[in-house]
């Protein structure tokens, strides 16, 4: 991997933060395991880096899930949690329902 790919990479925040302050970072074995591990779940997802780090922001930042969240249930990608007053409704229904 290029060095510019791995300051790509840092800038989208899918490396350990800088530990030491100095002209040039090195990357060490936590690092070079972050950036492997980052490309094997891009491969295997088939995403891009900029979504991964993305992906990343909605599990780290509860408004951003939230945002997601709203737009997944408005375009039907996600459902709503069923409430548990909801399935008591529904059970109360359906026992109605039975009765002659």
Not at 67 to 87: E, H, M, S, T, Y
């Amino acid at each position: 991997m290029s060095p510019r790919m791995l300051r790509y990479r840092e800038a989208l925040g899918l490396l350990p933060p800088v530990r030491e302050q100095g002209a040039h970072r090195r990357f060490g074995p936590e690092e070079l395991a972050a950036v492997a591990q980052g490309v094997e779940l891009e491969k295997r997802f088939d995403i891009s880096p900029g979504e991964l780090a993305f992906a990343l922001r909605v599990l780290s930042e509860p408004a951003v899930a939230q945002a997601v969240r709203d737009l997944g249930l408005r375009i039907g990608r996600l459902q709503a949690p069923r409430r548990a007053l909801d399935f008591e409704k529904e059970k109360a229904l359906r026992l109605l329902a039975g009765r002659p």
